[in-house]
């Protein structure tokens, strides 16, 4: 499959220029646009990703757990295929060879639903993998683009419970909601992230600086980034003037409380700011006067994807990672370590913020159900 | 909450006697005010259940997978509780015990919706549960009933994603099918069983009987229970008379195919007996020309509960174990096995059908979900 996304580039290139076409004829922003572009390196860079997946162990057969009961019967808990999964995703064409990459790994089928928006390089990308697919002996449709650049078939995608096992939308809060509230076939929600950093009254003040900043900067668009700061009032008057001057020197606007406020150029946050998953230079900004607060906080206005705590405090960082409710919790590092490849996972195909099957980054176990395997001699009861 | 249980048995008892009294008044049929009758005996095997549970190993904070990254991060994936469990279930008031107590040592709060009939006894046992709570020095609203005769809470359960974390209907088909198709709250589908025994060419006859006896009569209400049977057409001559005859004598009705309809008492079967999940001593009989056939008919028909084939020959078991999709599937043994008490679990809230999450029968464990523990120094990207 990586081979042919390369040999046949020009198919897929082709394919994708009409796309953009359309697009920049639709008036679309630059920044979707670019999402949606492909390149010859972008394209080499996913051959590369299915490389690398194929190159991960494979998850199927393996025992998560075995033992011989007192009765001499042999159990076996093994990985198996969910069968057949949905992916319904937006824009980015990328997700299209990754994901039928991950699903056919981990022993899946795959129906493919993206953006009717890449409708044209989708189907240049799938029918490059399905001729891959069969040349590699299988057959082509372990991997399918789900046609119709309507509604219809994300419908019909979500009441095909029975035939499809399980659905993973991919995109903005709006395409997660509605699957997840239309959908019969379970799903696995994954990545909106409203993540917070939490600065403690015990923090080194300069590690504090750097997480803040590489959280918030380090890529905004991303489900990861940090959304809100709250800054233990003991270290206000020593913090605020500095991740202030830090972040404005970094383009970053602040939306804060009345103690940011007193700063220059810092905008009033209201409930809005401090649920708001901004995916851009934008950050909510929040004085607490205790731990209590900062959890409080967490608890009303946190995705529950992830949050830190940047604290020395032993005391404190076991009570957050305790309480904190999130799929990462991370004491002294970047929200932006969530993430499949950063954890060693070697490929990832989303990240759930779900708490049922899978939470936090997916690799190819998540993409795995199990099977209970006992052997007997003529065992009865 | 075991031994409130047993001190406050006569408030529980004088509860489940109007329901007892409603029932029959109702004309309700008398196996299922069997299910709904309490006796100082049952009230005492409920108080037995919790202390078995209560006994387990606490599965919160165990450490599912751990290690420290190249970059110095130690990385933890630690069992958490879902946070709020809704049971939705049916009839026998053993439940209500039983459910406060696996989700309480799992670390839950639980939400319990008991049926309509047993409404004085669950209230009775979840106030007697409640007090217990409380003078643990645990807040009592760990435990509630949800209130309401009415399908109107059953409804509000079923509607409250992000309040509640994950529901478990437990119960009979229609039911389980109607939370499935309304809930946006995650649910784990629990418990439908149309299981099958598969006698190969190469089986040995004689615990080809046993355990096609122990899994059809052993008990019959349960969801475990077989209620196909499949015979390779190379025994047929040698195994129907006697599996017939065997059958009978244990006043199993037979619902065959031609070749089975050839003995003297055996009714005719069609598709309906293939897809039923009886739950009575009935049993759906045929005779297949090869493994392919058999798996096709499972394939076809199987609820993926549980499913069994009885051979000498490991080529054939080897396919069976690979090829059958079901929660469980058993070489030489007898369905009845798929139990989470069988299995050495200790507990089992409901036995999942469904590959999301669990599969089979659910202990502690699988009333958790996991959070990552991200350790770090300052750490950034």
Known sequence: ????????????????????????????????????????????????????VAGLADPVGEVVRGSVLANGLELRQVRVPFGVVGMIYEARPNVTAD???????????????????????????????????TASGLDADVVQLVPGDTHDSVKALMRARGQVDVLIPRGGAGLIQSVVNESTVPVIETGVGNCHVYVDRAADLDKALAIV??????????????ESLLVHADVADAFLPRVVAALQEADVTIHGDAAFGALDGVLPATDDDWAREYLSLDIAARVVPDLDTALDHIRTWSSGHSDAIVTDDQGA????VAEVDSAAVLVNASTRFTDGGEFGFGAEIGISTQKLHARGPMGLPEMTSTKYVV????HVR
């Open 1 to 52: 499959m990586a081979d042919a996304l390369v040999a046949r580039g020009d198919e897929i290139l082709a394919g994708n220029a009409d796309d953009v076409a359309r697009a920049e004829a639709d008036g679309t922003p630059a920044n979707i646009i670019d999402r949606l572009r492909l390149t010859t390196e972008r394209l080499a860079a996913m051959a590369q990703g299915l490389r690398d």
């Open 99 to 133: 994901a039928a990459g991950i699903c056919l790994k981990s022993g899946n089928a795959v129906l493919l639903r993206g953006s009717s928006s890449a409708r044209s390089s989708n189907a240049a990308i799938v029918a490059v993998l399905r001729d891959a697919v």
């Open 213 to 226: 900043l590489n959280a918030k900067t380090h890529r905004t668009s991303v489900c990861n980034a940090a």
């Open 317 to 320: 960082a076991r009570r957050f």
């Open 375 to 378: 052997i007997g001699d003529g």
